[in-house]
């Protein structure tokens, strides 16, 4: 158990503190022991933060594995699937976090499973053309299965589970690699080091084939500041709540060509993770008018139920609200997630997730 638990450590913590493959509670990581128990992250916690007294949870596969049965059988059902996934914890933590939501899926492939939502890799994910790209990106070194993206969890196992029987895949021998469309990688091996391998080898492939991106011209600083103050007091008007989130611009933008954002890059919302943690994507807005600011903010809210956080000011640049505490974090990923829009838009144009898509519940 002490080796295992310092694979699994050890994985996580060297992928997990890569903002580029993963970043807050996202990803998970999961070991098997070969006698029926599983190593696998808690839900909601930090790959790059695990440790021996917490961030994980031990799990009885054969458990697992039944409860998956059982809850795909009839209609999927949150609850009962977060409480049969803390049933089915058989460790002596004094923590009682749930095992991730995506326990299932890793119940069902090999030793060593990685799940990652890498930058590199979302553009081929989010946009129309982008599985060609990948395929030409990955072959012949990579063979890949395609899964399309129908909610988190127990579905998304179902999903694996049938092209597991379909296609007979060998799991306790093979590698294999799955795309989730609109949500990341999973690779399925052996061993801690073979996944770290795998994983970068991937990175690599799908990096260098990219549309190179290079620093876009933003508004100059008294201007960006001027704007950063225009949308903290359109934020506040709209809500007391957003009046202690301070507003930035972000500086060093890149896009494909250094090519200005349009308005069709901020189309939909692209993955969970946009709907979640960052607050249903990046809002458009054609000029810095306060009345401009407060309809665009109000409408945002009305379409999705939630604040929005990050914002494109045409022919400006990013500006990013968030907690003191966050802004490091969000501004970085902000502007992924603007990098990540504009090559998609490279590869036939954004692919964002269908509305019934974006009921959460982690199923
Ligand atoms: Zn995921």
């Not at 890569?18 to 992250?41: E, H, R």
């Not at 002596?92 to 590199?120: K, Q």
């Amino acid at each position: 158990m002490e080796q295992l638990l310092s694979e699994l450590i050890q994985l996580s913590r060297s992928l997990g503190s890569d903002a580029t493959l993963v970043w807050a509670g996202g990803g998970n990581i999961s070991i098997k022991d070969g006698q029926g128990g599983m190593f696998i992250k808690a839900s909601g916690t930090e790959l790059g933060r695990m440790s021996r007294t917490r961030g994980w949870r031990k799990v009885n596969l054969n458990q697992v594995l039944g409860l998956l049965d059982n809850l795909l059988s009839h209609k999927p059902n949150a609850g009962r699937a977060k409480q049969g996934l803390l049933d089915s914890c058989c460790d002596t933590l004094a923590d009682v976090t749930m095992p991730s939501i995506e326990t299932f899926f890793h119940a069902l492939l090999g030793r060593c499973v990685v799940h990652l939502h890498p930058v590199a890799v979302l553009p081929y994910l989010c946009s129309k053309n982008g599985y060609n790209h990948l395929k030409r990106s990955l072959s012949p070194k990579f063979d890949f299965h395609r899964i399309d993206f129908r909610g988190f969890g127990v579905v998304t196992a179902g999903q694996i589970q049938r092209r597991i029987y379909k296609k007979k895949l060998k799991l306790l021998s093979k590698t294999h690699i799955f795309f989730l469309s609109n949500h990341g990688v999973i690779v399925s091996c052996q061993s801690a080091v073979q996944a770290k391998t795998i994983v970068q080898q991937i990175m690599n492939r799908c990096e260098k084939h990219l549309p190179q991106t290079i620093l876009v011209r933003t508004a100059a600083k008294d201007k960006m500041m001027e704007t950063a103050a225009n949308l903290q007091s359109a934020r506040s008007h709209c809500c007391d709540s957003l009046a202690n989130q301070i507003t930035v611009p972000v500086k060093s933008l890149q896009t494909p060509k250094g090519v200005m954002p349009q308005k069709k890059w901020f189309e939909g919302i692209i993955t969970p993770e946009e709907l979640t943690y960052l607050r249903a994507g990046i809002l458009w807005l054609p000029n810095d008018h306060p009345n401009t600011l407060k309809k665009h903010i109000h409408s945002h809210f009305r379409k999705t139920g939630l604040w929005p956080a990050a914002f494109y000011v045409c022919r400006q640049g990013l500006f990013v609200s968030e907690s003191k505490e966050n802004l490091p974090l969000y501004k970085k990923v902000f502007a992924y997630y603007l990098q990540i829009r504009g090559r998609a838009m490279q590869m036939g144009g954004l692919r964002p997730l269908a509305r019934k898509r974006l009921s959460g519940e982690g199923l």
